[in-house]
């Protein structure tokens, strides 16, 4: 069974803080990916990256950065938070299946609330 | 441009009515589409996908790609239905990219 984890269910910053969202995958996916999820708009992405330190921009990845040093684990960084960034922010990891197409896997989600 | 669009963002039906959530796609070429369902408190996850043409929970979805739709129907809704659905397109070569719509809540009253 797939299993993606977050660090945070919930989590509450103050802006410009710097904050860490970790993401863990235990099934050896190349894949990751960071989206976030805001009501009326779905689901945007952020960031991916389709190995070992390798990153590519998604849809808005202004205000974040991310780190992915181990196969298994893939950060997003908030520089410095502003209140914008106040989201459901998900994690999710891929490879192809037996049929060529690729799956994602979702973690929880973390919560954050930027005051 | 590639684009998915789900017009409705809440649904509303009785217990035992037939349901269609939408989706239409934007995209110059064969994509994959595919639902995915978040329960209340449960994370996202995989409902079907075109290329498998599996029922999963009584509901389907066909690719028209001359209407380039991939609407998701069940005959009989049940209230353990009642979730946000997203239709999603992944485009060949795009190595697992997806394009999520923004989600319709589907809502299956008693």
């Known amino acids: 069974d797939v299993k993606v984890t977050q660090s945070s269910r919930y989590l509450v910053k103050r802006t410009g803080e710097k904050v860490f969202l970790e993401c863990v995958q235990d099934?050896?996916?190349?894949?990751m990916f960071w989206y976030r999820q805001d009501p009326g708009l779905g689901l945007r992405l952020i960031y991916f990256?389709?190995?070992?330190?390798?990153?590519e921009k998604g849809d808005i990845p202004e205000g974040y950065s991310v780190s992915r040093e181990k196969k298994e684990r893939f950060s997003l960084i908030l520089e410095s938070a502003s209140t914008n960034q106040t989201s459901m922010y998900l994690c999710?990891?891929?490879?192809?299946?037996?049929?060529?197409?690729?799956?994602?896997?979702f973690g929880p989600g973390t919560r954050l609330t930027v005051l | 441009a590639q684009r998915v669009t789900q017009p409705e963002k809440l649904l509303s039906v009785f217990k035992g009515a037939p349901v269609e959530l939408k989706c239409n796609y934007s995209?110059?070429?064969?994509?994959?589409l595919f639902w995915y369902v978040q329960y209340s408190r449960q994370r996202l996850q995989l409902l079907l996908r075109?290329?498998s043409r599996e029922s999963i929970k009584g509901f389907t979805a066909d690719l028209n790609k001359g209407e380039t739709s991939f609407h998701l129907k069940k005959p009989f809704a049940q209230e353990e239905d009642s979730a946000m659905y997203y239709c999603?397109?992944?485009?060949?070569?795009?190595?697992?990219?997806?394009?999520f719509g923004k989600g319709t809540k589907l809502s299956v009253k008693p």
């Open positions: 099934m050896d996916h190349e894949n």
């Open positions: 990256s389709y190995d070992v330190k390798m990153k």
């Open positions: 999710a990891s891929s490879s192809p299946g037996t049929s060529g197409t690729y799956e994602q896997f």
């Open positions: 999603a397109l992944s485009g060949r070569g795009s190595q697992g990219n997806l394009i």
């Open positions: 995209y110059s070429g064969s994509p994959e």
């Open positions: 075109h290329i």
